[in-house]
């Protein structure tokens, strides 16, 4: 389980950068969504993978750290915050300079 | 428990709130509201000042659970300096704001006060994860507030400006994370203790963190490979809103002193003094290249953009030597950077305003209708950024010379740092030269002439002759500052039970 987890978290950062470094603000908003989902699963891994594990003290010899699910929905609202931001923000930015490269001007 | 500690966090998010609620509410009432809860901070601030001065920590746990299972506010001489720094920056913002400027959109006052609650409680937490949702606290403020006004230029840094920080977000989400799921705490005071007992195969993926963490710390704080957002973003940001980010970039260095020196600090064991050598080749760097784009801008704004930058080395330097004198000699600095910086800001507005369609462009215009009133000021703004006599550049720049240790850095520190105030003269003299001097004989026709902005300037200014008047208890307290940053002892006592 532990592998299949760090490919998918590779495979998700790598597809983010690809689309970050794409320059245009679709791919750009794509881009930052996939690294974000990647950050967040990674932050929910650092409790230890693990199933049948309950949350709670005293059910079983192990149990499931609460802490990084607290911490991944911090994470979400934050990170779907800021994505709502830049959609808004490319929004005007097309209005404003009529092009959707992240620079303002289409490259020469 | 002291309650005063959570008091900067909540009166602004309380402020900022009502202000949201109201949002019909006429200008004339957002402003009381906004500058109430503006001008009750400096009070506050300078309360807990006198508080941290005492030398103890204090310590705040929300909700009353105890650190390491809490989240803590954390009250250290450090933290309220900052505060203090920020009360005053942002009082004069704001005045300087409710003349005309805050009248471009709607919620003008409430982001001013959501960008004041997210630095405050960058400024107080104890809990790295805390540190994290403070600074997205302060940075989609810091957007909006970049952004506001609108206009093609604005759009265009603040969308570079939002995709940077949103990836740095993200690095130091892994940072975090990566630290919490080694050491299993995200108490800082706890992760020192647990830094410090890491067993050696971990300290590799520690130091990894460690170093995540000083790439977002460093983007916060525009050092060199990371700055190249700073001056458009800033050049292109409304006054106020340029003058209150002054502050901004000494978030991320407070950051980078923080974390540096308390939980990769000198109790850390194997990776004691983390990023110490790094810092430093930085620090020099970042200085040479700022002085040398404040040379190449063609606008004013970008000069005192990077101007910024350069204060950004300065201070960097004097961490990086992370001697008590040094660490003093930085902070002494950082206070006086960021009210002059703050303060050039709104002067160059000010000029920007009586030069018609040029605006600060440094280049032959129109007369300005108080030239010598505007360029004593600026002549005086220009020394004291610069590093001469008499003012507060001066003195924290002789500080940070007389701090480097070993000979090898003398031989970087004073050249790099006296040729950057030269070049920086330079900059500053061709900009001024050109502003006052070379002009037309008429002034502009749409010349506009603010008295109060005027007033609210000097008084900003003021403070860099009041911090040579004041040099001797200011720089008491620097040094009993450094010298509590470098004794991790107390903070230590945090977690191990009780107020230390």
Redesign the interface.
Known sequence: MEALFAITLGVLTSSGVYL?MRAR?YP?VMG?TL??Y??NL??F????LGTGVPAVIGKSSEYGDP??QA?VL??IV??F??TA??VV??L??LG??STDH???EEPR | MNHGVILPILLPLFAGSLLLILSRLSMTGKRWISMCSTLALLPLSVWLLLQADTGVLHVYALGNWQAPFGIVLVLDRLAALMLVVTAVLATFAALYAIRGDDERGPNFHALLQFQLLGINGAFLTGDLFNLFVFFEILLIASYSLLVYGGGPKRVKAGMHYVVLNLVASSLFLIGVGTLYGLLGTLNMADLAVKIAAADVERQPLIAAAGYLLLIVFGLKGAILPLYFWLPSAYASATAPVAALFAIMTKVGLYAVIRVFTLMFGSEAGGLAHLVDELLWPLAMLTLAVGAAGALAMRSLERVIGYLVIVSVGTLLAGVAIATPESLAAALFYLVHSTWVCGGLFLLADVVARQRGELRGRLREGPRLLQPLLLGSLFFMAAISVAGLPPFSGFLGKLMLLRSAQTGEQMLVLWPVVLIAGLVMVIALGRAGSTLFWRSAPESAADAESDWVRILVVIGLLAFSPLLVVAAQPVQEYMQATAQQLLNLQPYLQIVRGGEA
């Open positions: 970050l603000i750009v930052l690294i974000s990647a950050v990674f932050l891994g650092m409790g230890r802490l990084p911490l911090t994470a934050i990170g915050a800021m931001f830049v923000l490319s005007r930015a404003e300079l992240v620079d303002g």
